[in-house]
């Protein structure tokens, strides 16, 4: 079993920073892929970035891409989601998921998910 908590999301106008962060408890280290998804109200839920066991590879959402960055700790078994250039429609709650196998979009892909930390992005 893995437990996963997120934090760091907040009110942000737009053109601003935020980093969100993701802390895992219970059989963790290096053992999961992870992804980062996100749900705006009336949407469903789509991935916006993932990173391999290792943190070598990182994959991101086209809409995204050259703004967030994924990156990992795992010997503080944390992943993060650095978010520049924040947009409105960037609004969400975000999600953090943790999967056994490999990086994928597919949410069926991922075992284990966070409760979620919302960022808004004001115009």
């Known amino acids: 079993q893995v437990q996963l908590v997120e934090s760091g999301g907040g009110l942000v106008q737009a053109g601003g920073s935020v980093r969100i962060s993701c802390v895992a408890s219970g059989r963790t280290g290096s053992s999961y892929v992870m992804g980062w998804f996100r749900q705006a109200p009336g949407k469903e839920r789509e991935f916006v970035a993932g990173i391999t066991r290792s943190g070598m590879s990182t994959y991101y959402e086209d809409s995204v891409k050259g703004r967030f960055t994924i990156s990992r700790d795992n010997a503080k078994n944390t992943v993060y989601l650095q978010m520049n250039s924040l947009k409105p429609e960037d609004t969400a709650v975000y999600y953090c998921?943790?999967?056994?196998?490999?990086?994928?979009?597919?949410?069926?892909?991922?075992?284990?998910w966070g409760q979620g930390t919302q960022v808004t992005v004001s115009s």
């Open positions: 998921a943790a999967g056994r196998w490999s990086v994928t979009t597919n949410r069926s892909g991922y075992e284990y």
